[in-house]
């Protein structure tokens, strides 16, 4: 009898620990990501459907299909992620968030699985800033919470404006309410696209990769995700010599 209640309390207690965040996740039915959709072609409003669309939403799909549920997007602001994150708000996070010492003290960061840098954008008729030392005096527009914002806001004398959404901190540079907008290459390569007016300064500024962010405690999910991304990562020829020659 008392052998018997050990193991009962044995497997109560397993459960109870194996009973994680995938668990729920499955027995919910969807996966809630959380993102800010003004980054693309990372994440961003599709103007015909509305939706949110982008590189981090299909690799967002591929974890929520890997779980076999659906997928939820949140759009948040970019220094609302984190605080979203840990008070539960949003399963992870896939917002082209640069992995920092600081912010892998409060969560935890997925294998890298993006390269980029940060970038200096200008009107085409202004200076052309080759550094970030070139913008003190000026009026600088970043968006809250980035790397961007900690890039400039490290060089004494930069006007820093703050804005939540890249999509006004453009709109601004546009009107000349700025003299320029620093973020992640990529973006501002898009931006740029899309408005003719602006240019690329500058060559790529610092060195940065990018990583799917969890809560510290969701090391089940965190295998997902980097099983995902390994297999994603994986090219048919790989999956070829796997399939033959592995074991
Ligand atoms: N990579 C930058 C960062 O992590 C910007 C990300 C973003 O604005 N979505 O701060």
Redesign the pocket.
């Given at each position: 009898m008392r052998k018997f209640l050990v193991i009962l309390l044995a497997v109560i207690i397993s459960g109870m620990i194996l009973a994680g965040i995938v668990d729920e996740i499955k027995k919910r039915g969807y996966l809630v990501v959380g993102?800010?959709a003004?980054?693309p072609p990372?994440?961003f409003v599709d103007e015909k459907t509305k939706e949110i669309v982008g590189f981090d939403i299909d690799i967002a799909r591929e974890i929520a299909k890997a779980l076999g549920v659906k997928l939820k997007v949140e759009d948040i602001a970019?220094d609302g992620?984190i605080p979203s994150l840990l008070t539960k708000k949003i399963d992870l996070i896939a917002?082209?968030?640069?992995?920092?010492p600081e912010?892998a003290k409060v969560v935890s960061f997925s294998d890298p699985y993006f390269t980029?840098g940060?970038v200096i954008v200008v009107r085409k008729d202004s200076f052309m800033p080759k550094a970030f030392e070139e913008l003190v005096g000026k009026k600088v527009a970043v968006?809250l919470?980035?790397?961007?914002?900690?890039e400039v806001s490290k060089v004494e004398g930069i006007e820093v404006v703050r804005f939540t959404r890249?999509t006004e901190a453009f709109l601004e540079l546009q009107n000349g309410r700025v003299d320029a907008v620093v973020?992640?290459f990529a973006?501002a390569q898009a931006y740029v696209k899309m408005n003719p007016g602006l240019v690329i300064s500058s060559g790529i500024l610092s060195q940065?990769e990018?990583g799917i962010a969890v809560r510290k405690e969701d090391k089940d999910l965190l295998e997902v995700v980097n099983t995902v991304l390994r297999n994603l990562k994986k090219s048919p020829y790989d999956i070829l010599v796997e399939k033959w020659f592995s074991k």
């Open positions: 993102t800010e003004t980054f990372f994440e970019f992620l917002a082209a968030m640069t992995i920092t912010r980029a940060q968006q919470g980035t790397t961007g914002d900690l890249y973020l992640d973006p940065e990018y």
